[in-house]
């Protein structure tokens, strides 16, 4: 079975800087997506970021991007320049390309953006 | 342009009372999927569809039923509420080419 870890149950960062947030994923799937999704306490759900696997360039989508490594089965999302709006879980997930298409979840990350 | 729709967002139950939480989308996808969030996890899939007239289990579905009798609808259906149904449900939607999925903002469910 597919599964989807992020290691850091909590995150912070100061207004302006660059934070890091760690994810693995296990599979033997070869054509996959991966994405990161912020929860804001509004609990609505926004796409950040989506990776195709067999697409070798990372992602980026204004002041965030990701460093993917196939081989090391690792996705991470960094943001750049954080605005107190970045504050959010942020959950990595994971879907196999192909039949329903569903998504695999990690358990989150709390990222605080302290002023 | 709603999007997906959840109604309602807030619901709290008795054990052993039934509800349908209804999910409306206007995007015309045909992937609709219903999810449930507890404290500390991620979402979990609990049934799907990949069009009108079909469901699937996902990996939670005990308990729950679904039905997806017009395209734009996907209804969940708790039978006999549980206390371990207390949670928030989300439900989505599915762009099928780009397989990005677009979620309602949820519903909020205690069953006491």
């Known amino acids: 079975a597919q599964t989807v870890t992020q290691s850091q149950p909590e995150m912070s960062v100061q207004e302006a800087e660059t934070v890091t947030l760690s994810c693995t994923y296990d599979?033997?799937?070869?054509?996959?997506?991966l994405f990161w999704y912020k929860q804001p306490p509004s609990r609505q759900m926004i796409l950040v970021i989506r990776?195709?696997?067999?697409?070798?360039q990372n992602a980026t989508e204004n002041r965030f991007s990701v460093n993917f490594q196939k081989a090391a089965k690792s996705f991470s999302l960094k943001i750049s320049d954080s605005q107190l709006g970045d504050a959010a879980m942020y959950f990595c997930?994971?879907?196999?390309?192909?039949?329903?298409?569903?998504?695999?979840f990690g358990k989150g990350t709390k990222l605080t953006v302290n002023p | 342009n709603a999007g997906v729709t959840q109604t309602p967002k807030f619901r709290v139950l008795k054990t052993g009372q039934s509800m349908t939480l209804l999910c409306a989308q206007d995007m015309n996808h045909e992937y609709m999927y219903w999810y449930r969030q507890d404290p500390g996890m991620g979402l979990r899939l609990i049934h799907y569809?990949?069009?009108?007239?079909?469901?699937a289990k996902g990996e939670v579905p005990d308990g729950y039923n679904v039905s997806r009798l017009k395209k734009q609808n996907f209804l969940l259906g708790l039978e006999s509420a549980a206390p371990s149904q207390t949670s928030v449900y989300f439900c989505?939607?599915?762009?099928?080419?780009?397989?990005?999925?677009?979620f309602g903002a949820g519903t909020r469910l205690s069953v006491l």
């Open positions: 989505a939607s599915r762009r099928g080419l780009l397989n990005i999925q677009y």
């Open positions: 599979t033997s799937e070869s054509d996959y997506y």
């Open positions: 990776q195709e696997a067999y697409k070798q």
């Open positions: 997930a994971y879907s196999v390309q192909g039949g329903s298409e569903k998504l695999v």
């Open positions: 569809s990949v069009g009108e007239g079909t469901t």
